[in-house]
């Protein structure tokens, strides 16, 4: 079967080499396409000088949501079979990515989730966070009627069913549990594996206190609203 | 009756800025800075501007029919909900054009990737 990683990256000069070799070196049998939303910095040069990946470059920001749909459409044109999103910000443990793999056959989607299993895994997350995961729970059990315990996983495998669906529509920022809710609305239901995700190892999470109030109306709104929309 | 055929002051301001706005939408479109598509809804307010202000008892009679005791809150209610309608014509456009604009920059990098490996290939 044929993957694909997409690394979205947006000024990620002094990164994105570490990440790609990173990816390399677990010999996983996929491709690696670098998506870059218009860095203003040496990002593209460097991504292509490791000779380990395609570089796609976006002529201006585009925002997270577009630039990994832009991966999406790659894999669609390109025939693969399946795509993971990969943020090389050192929290998708290489293990779990491999685990990831390893388990996929053919699902349509296939989440990585933090909170599957009972015992505790190696992932911290604050109260508010958690309260968060515990809502959209919540939300897609109402709304959907099914169980999806990491809706917020960045962790996942789209197969080409789902990829067809969201190079089609995806949301420009904090797109990850609205993607299930549209996916959800066309008939494909997530399955969940447990990971063990580690928490990141270095850097600040894109979601700050502020943002994160904007992140819950927003992401909540519009898992309600892919309930009723035509 | 009579007297809605007689103009006062504030009136003939009214009318004559109504003309002039209408004339420069009118110009807008000669030299092609307005599509007709949007140009149109200018259009039929300058329209409705000069018709409100030229029949006094106009405005006070939708004011009548919406129990509306001050005539001009009447109107300025009309132009406020113009103004919204119109606002949300421009998010609407806005919205579509930004999904475009996405789309596009999505196919110049796709695009460019291929013409990259094509030229490399030769």
């Known amino acids: 079967m044929k993957g ?28 690696i396409l670098v998506v870059d939303d218009g860095s203003a910095d040496d990002t593209i040069q460097i991504a292509l000088a490791t000779n380990k990946a395609t570089v796609l470059s976006l002529p201006f920001n585009l925002g997270i949501g577009g630039c990994v749909q832009t991966g999406f459409k790659y894999a669609i044109i390109n025939n693969y079979d399946f795509a993971i999103q990969c943020d090389g910000d050192g929290q998708h443990l290489a293990s779990d990515l491999v685990a990831l793999i390893k388990e996929f056959s053919s699902e349509d989607l296939l989440i990585g989730s933090r909170f599957l299993s009972k015992k505790q895994t190696g992932f911290k997350s ?17 709304f959907y009627g099914v169980r999806v315990t990491d809706a917020t996983s960045g962790l996942r495998i789209y197969g080409q069913k789902a990829l067809k669906f969201l ?28 990971v063990e995700m580690q928490a990141r190892q270095e850097g600040e999470s894109s979601i700050t206190f502020f943002k994160s109030i904007y992140y819950m109306i927003k992401v909540s709104v519009a898992i309600m609203i892919w309930k009723i929309r035509r | 009756m009579f007297s809605s055929f007689i103009m006062n002051r504030v009136q003939v301001v009214a009318i004559l800025g109504s003309i002039f706005l209408l004339l420069l939408v009118v110009e807008l479109i000669r030299k092609q800075q307005l599509k007709e598509k949007y140009a149109l809804v200018w259009l039929f307010i300058c329209i409705f501007f000069i018709i ?5 008892t106009l405005i006070q009679f939708i004011a009548d029919l919406l129990g509306i005791y001050y005539a001009p809150s009447a109107f300025l209610l009309l132009l406020i909900m113009g103004i919204f309608l119109i606002l949300l014509q421009f998010t609407i456009i806005l919205s579509k054009m930004k999904e475009r604009i996405k789309i596009l920059a999505q196919e110049v990098a796709m695009l460019n990737l291929v013409t990259k490996t094509n030229k490399k290939n030769e």
């Open chain 1, 167 to 194: 190079s089609k529509n995806y949301s420009d920022d904090y797109p990850e549990p609205e993607a299930i809710a549209y996916l959800l609305k066309n008939n494909i239901v997530p399955k969940e594996i447990s």
């Open chain 1, 4 to 31: 694909l990683i997409i690394i979205p990256a947006f000024n990620e000069a002094l990164n994105i080499e570490r990440v790609i070799n990173s990816i390399f070196q677990l010999s996983l049998n996929v491709d």
């Open chain 2, 52 to 56: 409100v202000a030229s029949m006094r």
């Open chain 1, 126 to 142: 604050s109260f508010f966070r958690r309260m968060g995961i515990i809502w959209f729970r919540f939300l897609f059990f109402i």
